[in-house]
């Protein structure tokens, strides 16, 4: 039998030679058996439920003829497998706005994929954020489009280094939580390629070699069987020629799903396998849809494992190593973000007498949701540990919202009070009604062995943990610790921990500082103390937008099975409305100070070249983060008043230096797509490009004909 197996040094001939040898010896029913996973409810089941506890076949592989297969496994924040470095979530790496970073998190992760038997990744999540209350919004990067973009395409080309295949979803248009199973997400051309797929284009323009389907409906058909989405969009108007899998169980209804262009069901195979047979053998599905898939699914196999590694050898002693530990506190200062400050930060621990630490949150490992993302790390540092590390247990005492009087009495004596307030697993996350299985509606000729596990995954878990939130306020025992705090007379920072917005209108006026931390990974404690203390100056800025009312946001239902997108969210929501934010996209201050200056910004080919002058005028080294926003001339509607056109991030720029920040930006980012040719065009005409701090502040700029 000719060698089937990948092997070092294969080019693209080859790789392709060696897979027709493949699909030319194959049965049918072996090239149908690699378009689906096998095996993941007997080990779910083995491992007691524990998402993660082994790689999980996701197709490919024949063992008659030594052909292998894909290995999955999750991690938006981390590995989720075994105890792999846990890094904090994808929202607050979004704060960073630092595209070099997520690259190196990627590679990371990418290490801990291979040390730990995998060889498919989907770390990828770049839904955009269309309300704070998507229970999910902590996977994701934020509600812009191009932010998305480079930040996804950062993380997947990471991944890629090491021969990892990287994975970008959920395609498309999942932001609703509770319903994700069965709403029907209606929308237009123009909405849907202008600010829903753009992000997931420039991922997939990046080489990015795999997409994994969403759950919900789009103009009245499931992702995961969508011919519009998957063939007609990411095939013939992209030109993606990787393959797509389906999201975790019950991704696709019908074996017509291989025709529209799904390549890959899993975990199992519960609509594909036998009924996908049955379905070539019938006549409805084409025999060449088979050879097709395969085709994707192995190209995409056989060129990481062709490949040359960067690394010897991926050692399990890789994982949760101390490089990737200091990687994870980076990423973890980096992304939080000070909404304000009177000056009661950095705090002096030289002058610092008693720090009162309260909230329940402060004195536990909250690293977010406990769903498919979920990280099991090794070690956790919480806040209230951050803290003793560094000041002694005896500067700081401590209470929590179960005991308002003992909260009241932490802070009698004390120089600052610290709340640790926000959200746990609990109020948001991944929906997990019972189990691993969702709520979605199985086919009632499942194999028996299938529905015998989903059956028992239904009962592990007594009640729902997670899912959209109900209320963008914090809880309301947290909002009574903060008066007990504001009512003790001493300075009060709050220190929020969530995936996305969080109103702060009743009492942020009241309080000293306010910090943004999100779910901060495993070393989020140590991040908390360094950027309180001054040890490094907070340098992240918001990847969405923080209204002062709920109702300033777009229409939200947890329940809603059909539900209209259009052009309108976030800020440019706003910006129509002529409504401030409370804190707006990009808002995010500093212990130093930044001047911006001279922008200047040229035309090279299919591109403009932004350069913007950042002088620190501050005592303190730090980062900044440029963003570059254009405005239409605005005769072609819907158009959004500003939107982002790029960004960088200058990292530690000294006291006195002026640093040349350049962006490069992509006209493609700046098109409208007529929705009659599905052409895009660039409007003409005079566009203005401005330097500015958030999407509602002003800055240097200049006009520009285009």
């Not at 001493?490 to 109103?503: D, F, K, L, T």
């Not at 800020?571 to 995010?588: D, E, K």
């Not at 072609?636 to 008043?641: A, E, G, L, T």
């Amino acid at each position: 039998m000719t060698d089937l197996l990948p092997a070092p040094g294969l080019d693209a001939a080859a790789i392709a030679a060696r897979i027709d040898a493949v699909l030319a010896q194959a049965t049918l029913a072996e090239k149908i058996g690699m378009m689906s996973g096998r095996g993941f409810f007997a080990a779910i089941k083995a491992d007691g439920g524990v998402w993660g506890a082994r790689p999980y076949r996701a197709g490919g592989g024949i063992e008659r003829l030594n052909v292998p297969a894909l290995w999955f496994t999750d991690g938006p924040r981390g590995v989720a497998r075994g105890q792999s470095t846990c890094f904090p979530c994808t929202m607050a790496r979004g704060a960073s706005f630092d595209a070099d970073l997520e690259g190196r998190i990627g590679q990371a992760m990418a290490i801990e994929v291979r040390a730990q038997g995998c060889n498919l990744s989907g770390a990828v999540c770049i839904n955009l954020l269309r309300h704070p209350a998507w229970g999910r919004a902590q996977e994701t990067y934020g509600e812009d489009p191009v932010h998305l973009g480079v930040m996804g395409a950062a993380l997947g080309q990471g991944l890629q280094a090491h021969n990892v295949i990287a994975t970008v979803k959920h395609f498309a248009l999942n932001s609703v939580e509770n319903t994700r199973f069965k709403i029907d997400v209606e929308i237009d051309d123009r909405a849907l390629h202008e600010v829903y797929l753009p992000h997931f284009k420039a991922v997939i323009d990046a080489g990015i070699m795999s997409v994994m389907s969403a759950y919900n409906k789009v103009n009245g058909e499931y992702c995961g069987q969508n011919g519009h989405l998957l063939t007609n969009v990411l095939r013939h108007e992209w030109g993606f020629s990787g393959f797509v899998h389906s999201d975790w169980i019950m991704g696709v209804y019908q074996p017509y799903g291989a025709s529209a262009g799904l390549d890959v069901e899993n975990p199992e195979a519960v609509v594909f396998g036998p009924r996908l047979l049955a379905a070539v053998e019938s006549g409805s599905v084409a025999p060449a849809t088979i050879d097709t898939a395969c085709r994707r699914i192995l190209t995409a196999l056989y060129t990481v494992m062709s490949a040359p590694d960067p690394l010897p050898e991926y050692a399990e002693s890789m994982v949760a190593s101390p490089a990737h530990d200091a990687l994870a506190l980076e990423a973890a200062e980096k992304a939080a973000v000070l909404l304000a400050n009177d000056g009661i930060l950095p705090l002096d621990p030289a002058r610092l007498g008693r720090l009162a630490v309260l909230g329940r949150l402060a004195a536990i490992a909250n690293t977010g949701d406990n769903g498919s993302s979920r990280v099991r790390a090794r070690h956790i540092v919480t806040p209230l540990e951050g803290l003793i590390a560094a000041l002694g247990a005896d500067r700081i005492s401590t209470g929590d919202e179960a005991d308002l009087s003992a909260a009241a009495a932490a802070c009698a004596g004390a120089d600052a009070v610290l709340v640790v307030a926000g959200l746990t697993a609990e109020e948001e996350g991944e929906f997990i009604p019972g189990g691993l299985v969702l709520g979605q509606e199985a086919p009632p000729d499942l194999p028996p062995e299938i529905a015998e596990a989903m059956a028992e995954s239904r009962k592990r878990r007594p009640r729902s943990i997670g899912g959209d939130r109900s209320d963008l306020a914090l809880p309301a025992d947290q909002q009574a610790l903060i008066e007990t705090a504001i009512a003790s007379g001493r300075p009060v920072i709050v220190w929020i921990v969530a995936g996305s917005a969080v109103m702060v209108e009743s009492w942020h006026s009241r309080v000293s500082a306010i910090v943004q931390g999100f779910y901060a990974g495993q070393q989020g404690g140590t991040a908390l103390t360094r950027v309180l203390t001054g040890q490094v100056s907070p340098s992240g800025r918001l990847p969405f937008t923080v209204a002062s009312d709920p109702a300033h946001y777009p229409y939200f239902d947890r329940d809603a099975l059909r539900i209209r997108y259009d052009h309108w969210h976030g800020y440019a929501l706003l910006a129509r409305q002529g409504t401030p934010a409370r804190y707006a996209f990009g808002h995010g201050l500093s212990y130093t100070r930044f001047e911006q200056r001279a922008i200047s910004v040229r035309r090279a080919g299919d591109r403009l070249q932004a350069r913007v002058a950042v002088t620190n005028q501050g005592g303190m080294t730090g980062d900044h983060v440029v963003m570059v926003w254009a405005q239409a001339p605005g005769n072609v509607q819907p158009c959004w008043p500003r939107k982002l056109a790029g960004f960088v991030r200058c990292n530690a720029i000294m006291p006195g230096e002026t640093r040349i920040a350049e962006i490069e930006v992509p006209l493609e980012r700046l098109r409208w797509r007529d929705p009659a040719t599905r052409q895009w065009h660039l409007e003409p005409g005079s566009w203005r490009l401005v330097a500015a701090h958030t999407a509602q502040s002003d800055g240097p700029a200049m006009n520009l004909d285009l």
